[in-house]
């Protein structure tokens, strides 16, 4: 536990040393994808009413949390870190360590949230001023706790879902195309894009039973209080089930890589 | 001219023997990109079903504007997108030495060297689904406006190339990974949407400061509204004040530019 919270250290410690770089990216990002959102919800509701069972401002408030909850769950996204390491031959070090490679990645991953844990903060100290509490969303602190622990669990599955994708470059020269492809189907279905329940009724289950509706929308609909005690303890047992079968796959395809690994970089 | 096309040539040749050499990755990014126009059609029918226009357009005028973002981003990732992900990355070791020395343009080599054979594939497939969109359409379009969206288009694809290269070129004097590369992908989220559903200020930078809107959303306009002058200006103006920005930058930064030490 002692060398996972060094690891964790080392990356927090990493990430806060390029101030610049990351404020820019992290404020650019954070108001252009907030605000390419606004304004479809703005358009969605130019004739008035309710969209599904949202209220405009409802929804606005679902994209708020939405995006600054997806820093929280991709944390060090799209950084294929486990495949460089593999693909350069950078492993080789980690299998002489005392720990297991992928928790130490995890770590890692744990480690590079510091920075984004204080983006949230500061970019979500307005909603409540400007948002308010919309009709029909019930934010309260029991809510906001089971959110964080849905988030936790989101996180663990995010780096799970990434996982067997990134162990692909055993063999694959480069499988950066993999994790943006995982990208683009995790925002969509997992409601990044768009509130699942706009989805058809007929796609309902399926949402349910997939993993990326956990990665997003099920910590979101908690915390606005849309998801009941019992809900909630079902989806989390999704999610953890989700987050198992990965560790079986992924535990299957390092067998057979490290097999053919060769240590001086592929 | 005859020189820089027979480059070009050399390129594609060294360009396709390579990708089919590493077949997982050239798979990889076929379906990606496949992914990338299914979510995005799928991204608007579902908006559709709750609303029965987007910003002054109807679903059948979205697929076209759909069809023709598919155009420009399938143009790009062809034919620049893997030298403007590598440019930083020579930049920061110093790869531009070798290209400085050849009696060519730098600009030139370093932007087209790498042709995407694998996106090439997708690139089909994006006029497929362009020609698709078009053909469903219920109104007229004739072959001579169609002509016309298409050449505005290519007019965006260069003006969505200069803008990434100018988010990319402070590498220069910035020596991170990848210049504003972060900064123009979060902005370019703006061309992937109707510039319809923007308003006030935010609509007026993105069609002057950061002409997102030029890329796409214009032409598209000037498909289903007739081509004016003006419009025809603004966009071929900001693509050529682009291109210029872009060139002025780069001479700059070859400058500042000291080899391996960047």
Redesign the interface.
Known sequence: MNVFWSFAGVEARKRMS?RV?FW??AV??FV??L??AW??V???F??GGR??DFSREGMLLYFVAIILGSRIVRSADLEWAIADDIYNGALSRYLLYPANFVVLKYATQIGALLPVLIQIVLFGAWVPFVLGIPEGIHVTPATAAMCLGALAVANLLHFMTCLPLQL?AF?????W??L??HR??A??LGGL??PLS???SWSQTALAALPFRYLFAFPVDVLLGRVSPVEYVAGLAVAVLWCGIFAGISAAIWRRGTLQYTGVGM | MIRYLRLYGYFLRFSVSRAME?R??FF??I??DM??YA?HL??FW??Y???????GWNLDQLLVFSGGMFLVDAIQMTMTANNTWMLPIYVNKGDPDYYLVRPVSSLFFLSLRDFAANSFINFLMAVGLFAWALARYPGPLGAGAIAMYVGLLLLGTLLHWSLHMIFILPVFW?H?SGG?R??FW??D??TQ?PH????GW?RRVLVSLLPFALIVSYPTTALFNGLTWTLFLHIAGAAAAAFLVLVWIWKRGLRVYASASS
């Open positions: 390029y770089d820019v990216n650019v990002s252009t994808e605000g390419v304004f479809i703005l358009a969605m130019a004739g969209v599904g692909v063999w694959a020269d480069n499988c195309s993999l943006v492809a683009i189907v925002s969509f894009l768009l706009l989805f058809p | 590493f997982f990755d990889f990014r379906g990606m992914l990338w979510h799928a991204f579902l908006l079903r709750h609303t029965p226009l987007l910003g910035l991170t504003l972060e900064v979060s902005l989220r703006y949407r319809g559903i923007f308003t935010v």
